[in-house]
């Protein structure tokens, strides 16, 4: 029987096991290969292996060789090592722990593709495997989850945010002038407090604008302003 094959895995356990990689490596097509319990020289040579034999697609997926994989085992910081390592390669997850949280996460160190056991039946007997797998429920669980997590990675930049705008200014605080001030006088520590809105033009200006000079007459809870400051010139950043 001929399978059109769109693929190969390669599991942890033949990393090292070169005929089969020279063998896969020989069709040039797209190659999943697991690192459980792999360091990074041997994930060199399979990848050197699988490309020197024809292969020019792999995906190299992180992976715990332990069944089921405890929490703290997952080790998905491992990714940012793998990539660093080996730029230009599709990185991936071959997860073992119980549940979906763990292939969600690894979403944010740069995993792109989750492998997951699958069972009809958590229950079947005389079965390795079938109890840590996820069903048909949870893996439907697991997509929400990838789909959230790629949503929620943003733009790589840290920067305000369209909805951000409101809050912002509401939130923040205006320096402002507290028991008013008579032109001519000094601003200092108690003529001058913090208040929200943060409307006003001179926010984390505080300690700059002490010593400086009023502009003119203010009322108590005045919102200051550049114009309200004789030497304002030097208020800029």
């Known amino acids: ?41 041997e994930i060199q040579f399979s990848i050197d292996t699988l490309e020197r034999s024809g292969a020019s697609d792999i995906c190299i997926m992180h992976c715990t060789l332990c069944y089921p994989t405890r929490i703290e085992d997952a080790n998905l910081s491992a990714l940012l090592d793998i990539s660093s390592h080996f730029p230009g390669y599709v990185l991936g997850l071959s997860d073992h722990t119980i ?6 996460l690894s979403t944010m160190y740069g995993s792109m593709v989750i492998e997951k056991h699958f ?22 669980q697991l997509v929400d989850y990838l ?69 003119r007459d203010l009322g108590d809870d005045h919102m200051l302003e550049h114009g309200d400051i004789v030497e304002d010139a030097v208020l800029c950043r």
């Not at 089969?20 to 999943?32: A, C, D, I, M």
């Not at 549940?99 to 969600?104: I, N």
């Not at 009809?120 to 439907?140: G, M, Y």
């Open 147 to 215: 789909n959230a997590a790629k949503r929620s990675v943003g733009s790589n930049k840290k920067r305000m945010l369209e909805c951000e705008i409101p809050t912002r200014l509401n939130a923040r605080r205006t320096l402002v002038e507290q028991g008013g001030i008579r032109k001519g006088e000094k601003y200092n520590e108690k003529n001058l407090t913090t208040k929200r809105p943060g409307t006003g033009s001179l926010q984390g200006f505080y300690h700059d604008v002490f010593g400086l000079t009023a502009s």
């Open 119 to 140: 069972t009809v039946d958590k229950t079947l007997p005389d079965s390795a495997d079938h109890w840590l797998s996820v069903d048909e429920a949870e893996l439907s």
């Open 1 to 41: 029987m001929q399978l059109d094959r769109k693929g190969f895995k390669i599991a942890s356990g033949d990393l090292l096991n070169v005929p089969l990689l020279e063998s896969v490596g020989s069709f040039n097509k797209p190659v999943f290969l697991s690192t459980g319990a792999a360091n990074l020289e």
């Open 99 to 104: 549940g979906t949280l763990v292939p969600a």
